[in-house]
């Protein structure tokens, strides 16, 4: 079973995406900050993480940063959630932005577990 790390500091987009990736077949781990999601990643060796950009403290950028810096954490894909972009911007730009895939709040949560799955697949076969 593939884990996954998702971390937000709003509790019901915890609640929500739990839900959904277990009804999906995914095991799910969650933090409500940036220093609990470092460590938790070098704890648990989630397949993927979904990190909220917009988080008191250490934000989504920093925490992905210190992430890619350490060997144990360096590989694990991130998908980045954000209240900063629009749903239209969020499509013109294919979900990608600066090169990492990033979603809209309010996530589509079908969208985003398609992007997962994509996402987890290729890394299954490469």
Excluded: W
């Excluded at 277990?22 to 989630?46: D, E, M």
């Excluded at 949560?109 to 992007?115: G, I, N």
Aim: proline fraction near 4%; include cysteine; aromatic fraction near 4%.
């Amino acid at each position: 079973m593939k884990k996954i790390l998702v971390v937000d500091d709003e509790k019901d987009v915890l609640f929500m995406l739990g839900k959904r990736l277990t009804a999906k077949g995914y095991s799910v781990i969650t933090a409500t900050n940036g220093t609990n999601a470092i460590a938790l990643a070098k704890s648990q060796h989630p397949d993927l993480i979904i990190l909220d950009i917009l988080m008191p403290g250490m934000d989504g950028g920093e925490v992905s940063a210190k992430l890619q810096a350490h060997p144990l954490t360096r590989s694990i894909p991130v998908i980045f959630l954000t209240a900063l972009l629009t749903k239209r911007e969020e499509y013109q730009k294919e979900h990608i932005i600066n090169s990492n895939i990033t979603f809209a709040k309010p996530v589509d949560a079908e969208e985003l577990v398609a992007q997962i799955e994509g996402l987890l697949c290729n890394a299954t076969t490469s």
